[in-house]
């Protein structure tokens, strides 16, 4: 069945230091992928998607590129910052009517 | 719209005890899912509902656990004879009817079985 693996954490950066947490999938068909966050106390929200192979998704300086030879899906940032303090999740839906998440990658910045 | 919204936040229950949780989809959402996440994991999908027709089930859930959507509005969650394996955050979440889009997601209802 469909499943995602994404990267162990938890993540300890300092800030403007480069970002790369990994995401990998399992899928039959052809997913649309996301990255959802979720900041301290808060609900889950969305972060960036892609629909497609090759698509970039980008938001608030956070990208992830679809590429279907590697099924991977890693969310990267270049410069990152206090605020970017969160738990990061991958996600895969082939339909729409079920989606599938890894575990989270927890993320902590230090100034 | 505030967007969605989950009732109650937190709810304490005894072993054995049944639980109703109810979820309010942003007003023209079509789709509507319901989640449970454990400390360390994500969200793992338990059920979904077009409208209101309940069109996906996780195999892995269990009897006691049952949906509904009767309107096509609001959705509740109601586990039947709790027990402590059941102790999690309860998200629900809902999206438009345009192909596969991403969802919005309510603060979830944390349960606690003691």
């Known amino acids: 069945g469909d499943s995602v693996t994404q990267m162990e954490g938890p993540v300890t950066l300092s800030e403007e230091a480069f970002l790369t947490i990994n995401c990998t999938y399992t899928a039959t068909g052809y997913p649309s992928l996301f990255w959802y966050v979720q900041y301290p106390g808060e609900g889950l929200q969305l972060l960036l998607k892609?629909?497609?192979?090759?698509d970039k998704g980008s938001n608030k300086g956070f990208e992830a590129t679809y590429r279907k030879e590697t099924t991977s899906f890693h969310l990267e940032k270049g410069s990152v910052q206090v605020s970017d303090s969160a738990v990061y999740f991958c996600a895969l839906s082939d339909t729409g009517n079920q989606f599938y998440f890894g575990t989270g990658t927890s993320l902590t910045v230090i100034p | 719209d505030t967007g969605v919204s989950q009732n109650p936040r937190h709810k304490i229950t005894k072993r054995g005890q049944n639980v109703t949780f109810r979820c309010d989809p942003i007003?023209?959402?079509?789709?509507l899912y319901w989640y449970r996440q454990t400390l360390g994991q994500g969200p793992e999908f338990l059920t979904y509902f077009q409208n209101e027709a309940q069109l996906e089930k996780s195999r892995l859930l269990s009897d006691r656990f049952s949906a509904e959507r009767p309107k096509g509005s609001f959705s509740t969650l109601e586990i039947q004879r709790t027990e402590q394996g059941d102790s999690a955050m309860y998200l629900c979440a809902s999206s438009p009817w345009t192909g596969v889009n991403e969802q919005y997601f309510g603060p979830g209802t944390r349960l606690t079985v003691t």
């Open positions: 007003s023209e959402h079509n789709r």
């Open positions: 892609a629909t497609k192979a090759d």
